[in-house]
């Protein structure tokens, strides 16, 4: 039988704009998961990517990818937070005190 992808239907949900720094934190988090993925695997910087020698040019800070890169973090996160928001979950930012 073939893999037919089914992801949580998220085309009505519309992520409220105080979760847009949270959208981006996500996707730094899961920039870093994957570098500590890839390091635990031997894995190291390389200008090019080089399966055989473990290099690969995204193993450094977030805030120095490539846009496109950070983009593929981006649809993760947004397609997660926007999957937590269709399954019937809140978000709710932590309380801040006054100042």
């Not at 995204?58 to 999957?83: H, M, S």
Request: hydrophobic share 35%; with cysteine; glycine share 4%.
């Amino acid at each position: 039988m073939p893999y037919r992808p089914a992801p949580i239907d998220t085309s009505s949900v519309i992520l409220p704009p105080e979760l847009h720094a949270l959208t981006e934190r996500l996707a730094e988090n899961a920039h870093d998961l994957w570098s500590v993925q890839r390091f635990s695997q031997g894995w190291t910087w390389g200008s090019q990517r080089n399966d055989a020698k473990k290099l690969h040019p995204c193993l450094v800070p977030y805030a120095e990818l490539p846009e496109k890169e950070k983009e593929f973090d981006r649809i993760t996160a947004l397609g997660t937070l926007k999957a937590i928001l269709q399954l019937g979950y809140s978000i709710v930012p932590p309380h801040t005190s006054a100042q």
